[in-house]
């Protein structure tokens, strides 16, 4: 029988969510090697999300990346520029647990995301064989499935007006673990740019982590790595996951910091 002692493979974001304590992500923008994914460990982050909206990275990288991570405990997540299932699963067969997507504005979206990241009976992915989250341990076929369906995530981006419209249906879909709020775009769309304590936004907000409650589906915080006074607000309010910041900003955060010592 399969059960949480015999399991091989462990999503710690998952687990870390399950027991009700909130985990943090960097997004991985800029940086194609995998020393990022030893950088991300020692500075304490559960999970790195790499980023193939934004960004020229290479699904090779991103994989190689993935694996580093999954190798230290790390969660990884690639954000995927679309819904095209070919292309995310071939994201999941380099090794990502989960896949973040992004702009998502109905269940039937939502849906085709799952379909796309599991295996049958629960998506229409087809099995690749030995997985490298599973370190290519050869296991029958049945075994493998359960593994890899039980440990991926699917995050859906609310960076809409639809997006809000649906949350609760989004919320309701099997398989979706995140709704993950994208601030930066949704105060765009609702007219307010950059304003990440406008009332609208703060609306926003409260109306997604009511669709999660409903549904028992974590909250993600993004789009606010420059306000953790906004984010801890959010935790306080019941969010889960929160989007830090990208590599990009770090190094340049750091780098105009160490050179103002200088002046």
Do not use: W
Request: proline share 4%.
């Amino acid at each position: 029988m399969h059960d949480e002692t015999t399991r091989l493979l462990r999503n710690p974001v998952k687990e870390k969510l399950a027991r009700g304590e909130p985990v943090y992500s960097m997004t991985v923008r800029l940086v194609r090697t995998i020393d990022i994914a030893a950088i991300a460990h020692t500075a304490g982050f559960d999970s790195v999300y790499i980023d193939l909206e934004h960004s020229s990275f290479s699904l090779e990288a991103a994989g190689q990346i993935c694996m580093a991570c999954n190798h230290l405990g790390i969660t990884p997540l690639v954000r995927v520029p679309g819904l095209d299932p070919a292309f995310i699963a071939r994201v999941m067969d380099s090794g990502a647990m989960g896949i973040v997507v992004p702009g998502v504005q109905s269940a039937d979206e939502a849906r085709t995301a799952v379909l796309a990241v599991k295996h049958a009976p629960r998506g229409e992915r087809s099995l690749a064989g030995a997985a490298p989250q599973l370190h290519y341990r050869s296991l029958p076929a049945d075994q493998t499935v359960r593994e890899l369906d039980d440990a991926s995530m699917v995050v859906a981006q609310i960076e809409s007006q639809a997006g809000l419209d649906a949350a609760e249906a989004i919320a309701a879909v099997d398989g979706v673990d995140i709704l993950l709020v994208g601030a930066n775009d949704l105060s765009v769309e609702l007219g307010v740019a950059g304003k990440m304590d406008h009332p609208l936004v703060h609306e926003a907000y409260l109306h997604v982590i009511d669709a999660c409650r409903k549904h028992g589906k974590t909250v993600g915080i993004g789009g606010l790595g420059g306000r953790p006074d906004l984010i801890r607000r959010y935790l306080e309010l019941g969010g889960g996951y929160v989007s830090t910041g990208n590599d990009i900003s770090f190094l340049t955060a750091a780098a105009t910091q160490k050179r103002k010592q200088f002046d």
